[in-house]
């Protein structure tokens, strides 16, 4: 049975069904949860941080440190929503006598995932999986496919509710809104 079970979390509209469905399994197996949080420039409603991996570059082309430093600040208020999320979503876990603790980590999601989970010898990792095929799939990637075919463990994937409404669903990257 699972004892350990890992929630991989972003900021998008299906992280909440991620995480009621891990802490409802939780409760049922009587397990304890992590939450993890993986911060990427891949994420949906992150800033653009390209700018910040080699600052000098940038400033040697005549950048402003204006620009570099209001990217700066935009990364940290980035951060600082996702440690949060993962700070409200574990205190419900915990009133719910569910053993939950939290951590937010820098890199790929998939494989900062997948690593996370062989080194914390986890049971079950549950993920969202936001219903992408065809050409978004193909050149958007998939963290929850990535995760499903590198995992070490079993790998629950959410869907996004089936009735999700338009606006959703096009916030979700899935279809145009309509105009």
Not at 81 to 110: I, W, Y
Request: hydrophobic residues 40%; aromatic residues 6%.
């Amino acid at each position: 049975m699972f004892h350990k079970i890992l929630v991989a979390l972003d900021t998008s509209i299906i992280g909440r069904s991620v995480f009621e469905e891990a802490l409802a399994l939780a409760k049922a197996v009587q397990a304890n949860l992590t939450l993890l949080h993986v911060l990427s420039s891949e994420e949906e409603g992150s800033p653009d941080i390209s700018l910040l991996s080699s600052p000098e570059y940038y400033l040697g082309l005549g950048m402003s440190i204006k620009i570099l430093e209001m990217q700066q600040k935009q990364w940290e208020k980035f951060a600082n929503q996702g440690l949060e999320m993962l700070r409200s979503l574990a205190e419900e876990a915990t009133n719910s006598d569910v053993s939950t603790e939290f951590t937010q980590q820098l890199g790929n999601p998939g494989r900062t995932i997948c690593e996370f989970a062989r080194n914390g010898k986890y049971d079950l990792i549950v993920i969202g999986h936001r219903g992408r095929s065809g050409l978004f799939e193909l050149f958007l990637g998939s963290v929850s496919n990535y995760v499903l075919h590198h995992a070490s463990c079993s790998v629950l994937t959410v869907q996004r509710p089936v009735n999700a409404s338009k606006t959703e669903a096009a916030q979700l990257g899935e279809v145009a809104p309509s105009i």
